[in-house]
Nanobody
Framework: QVQLVESGGGLVQPGGSLRLSCAASGSGFSLYVMGWYRQAPGRQRELVATITSGGSTIYADSAKGRFTISRDNAKNTVYLQINSLKPEDTALYYC?????????WGQGTQVTVSS
């Protein structure tokens, strides 16, 4: 059974930084595409970034320049570094793992950007 557990969210002032973590259970972590999505209140869930098993990354236009996705296969963990946080980054951030044609989601970690 695959479990994805996010952590690292919180309340941060505009301009601050956060590093989100997602710890994955199950075997073969290094083989799978991992991603981060977010969902703001009243909006649809949207892609933030993905990273392949080989380390190739894709970012949403809104995430380019301030977000960095990375992975540590030895720790079965994927990270999302977010710098220069803005109020519009406020959302529930979800970790995602693609295993073949099936995807798995974590429960999310809340990021709130407010002064």
């Amino acid at each position: 059974q695959v479990q994805l557990v996010e952590s690292g969210g919180g309340l941060v002032q505009p301009g601050g930084s956060l590093r989100l973590s997602c710890a994955a259970s199950g075997s073969g972590f290094s083989l799978y595409v991992m991603g981060w999505y977010r969902q703001a209140p009243g909006r649809q869930r949207e892609l933030v970034a993905t990273i392949t098993s080989g380390g190739s990354t894709i970012y949403a236009d809104s995430a380019k320049g301030r977000f960095t996705i990375s992975r540590d296969n030895a720790k079965n963990t994927v990270y999302l570094q977010i710098n220069s946080l803005k109020p519009e980054d406020t959302a529930l951030y979800y970790c995602y793992q693609m295993r073949g044609v099936r995807g798995y989601w974590g429960q999310g970690t809340q990021v709130t950007v407010s002064s």
